[in-house]
Structures are given as structure tokens and as C-alpha cells.
């Protein structure tokens, strides 16, 4: 079973500053996907940035990018120029090809003023 | 419609009622995830199907829940003899086949009284 572990339960950054949320995963999958989704209060999920394995260029979002360490089974968020409307839950997921995703406990992230 | 539609948003049940939480994914999306999230936890995979066929089910927590989809679109998570330990958000999401991102509805917050 793919397991997903998000050792930062709670983050703060000031606004402007680059924060960086970690995650890391287990499994014997070679090709996957990891995902980090973005939870405000109102409960929707709303992906922020994906990332397939088999490719070795981390994925950039506009102020989101990962570091995606393979070997390693590391998958970590770069917020850069960090914003009010940041603050939020963030989860890690992993899926499967054609599978279920799994996700981490989360990172809950305030940017201050 | 479009995004995925998951009703009623709100559910209040006493211990003991059976309940129903509908799911409505994007049109055409093969996948389709739920998952229960407890209050300030990331969300738990519950179970999946690829159309109307259940792939895993895994993560349901007792006999006491149900899921199906019997004509691959609209799925229903049933919940009979409600507890305490039910009360979570239950969220659904789905997925195309071969896409890689996968799409949540607001949820369906059950308290069990």
C-alpha cells in the first residue's frame, strides 16, 4: 500500500516570503503521480500542482513549484511570494496509474500580514 | 454539469438512521473516488470504481457502508445504523481514464447525533 507522511502539521509565512512544505511517500510503483491540493475553509479541493514520475523536470505553476527527489521518495511545495489568499490546507496525494489517490495528514499554512 | 455535485451539502442523522449521500461526477469521467475526512485530517480513501465496476473498496470502514455507481455515472455512498465516529466530511471526486488530475466536489458534512 502506497502510504504519503506530511511531517509540518502547521506552517506560517510572512506575505511575499517563500515557504516550503515537505512530503515524502512510500511505494513500489515506478510510474505515478503526486499531487499537491490546495483546502480552504469552504472544503473544496483545488489542485495547485501535479507532477508525473517518469518525468525528471520538477513542475512549475506560476508561484508554485516542487522539488521531486525520486530515489529519494521526497515531493516538496515551493510557494514563492507567498499571498493572503495562501493561507489554507495543503495536501500531498500520491495515485497509482489508472488507481485511487492517497493523501497526507496536510499542512495547515497562515500567511501573515 | 460543470464540476463534480455531491448532495445533500449537509446532513444531520440521529444514531441508528441509514443514510445516502449522492455523487454526481463530471460527464464522462471513468473514475470515481470517495474518501472521508475528519475534522482536521486529510482525506481518507474510502473506495473507487472504473465506471460502474467497484475496484477497491478497501477503505470502507465497516460492513455498515456501501458504495455503488450501477450505471457508471451517479454514485451513491450508503451508510446504515449510523454512529458517532461517522460524523467526517465525505467527499467524492472523479477522473477521466487517462488523466491524471482528479476533480472534488464541495463534500457532504454528516453529523451523527
Known amino acids: 500500500a502506497q502510504t504519503v507522511t506530511q511531517s509540518q502539521p502547521e506552517m506560517s509565512v510572512q506575505e511575499a516570503e517563500t515557504v516550503t512544505l515537505s512530503c515524502t511517500y512510500d511505494t513500489s510503483e515506478n510510474n505515478y503521480y503526486l499531487f499537491w491540493y490546495k483546502q480552504p475553509p469552504s472544503r473544496q479541493m483545488i489542485l495547485v500542482i501535479r507532477?508525473?514520475?517518469?518525468?525528471?523536470q520538477n513542475a512549475t505553476e506560476n508561484r508554485f513549484s516542487v522539488n521531486f527527489q525520486k530515489a529519494a521518495k521526497s515531493f516538496s511545495l515551493k510557494i514563492s511570494d507567498s499571498q493572503l489568499g495562501d493561507t489554507a490546507m495543503y495536501f500531498c496525494?500520491?495515485?497509482?496509474?489508472?488507481?485511487?489517490?492517497?493523501f497526507g495528514a496536510g499542512t495547515r499554512l497562515t500567511v501573515k500580514p | 454539469g460543470a464540476g463534480v455535485s455531491q448532495s445533500p451539502r449537509y446532513k444531520v442523522a440521529k444514531r441508528g438512521q441509514d443514510v445516502a449521500l449522492r455523487c454526481d461526477p463530471i460527464s464522462g469521467h471513468v473514475s470515481l473516488f470517495w474518501y472521508q475526512q475528519a475534522l482536521g485530517q486529510g482525506p481518507e480513501f474510502l473506495t473507487y470504481f472504473q465506471n460502474e465496476a467497484q475496484l477497491d473498496k478497501s477503505g470502507l470502514p465497516s460492513d455498515r457502508f456501501f458504495a455503488e455507481r450501477p450505471e457508471g455515472s451517479v454514485s451513491t455512498l450508503k451508510i446504515q445504523r449510523t454512529q458517532q465516529e461517522d460524523s467526517a466530511v465525505y467527499l467524492c471526486?472523479?477522473?477521466?481514464?487517462?488523466?491524471?488530475?482528479?476533480?472534488f466536489g464541495q463534500g457532504t458534512r454528516l453529523t451523527v447525533v
Open positions: 471526486a472523479s477522473s477521466q481514464r487517462t488523466a491524471t488530475e482528479a476533480f
Open positions: 496525494a500520491f495515485m497509482k496509474l489508472l488507481g485511487d489517490m492517497r
Open positions: 507532477q508525473e514520475a517518469y518525468k525528471q
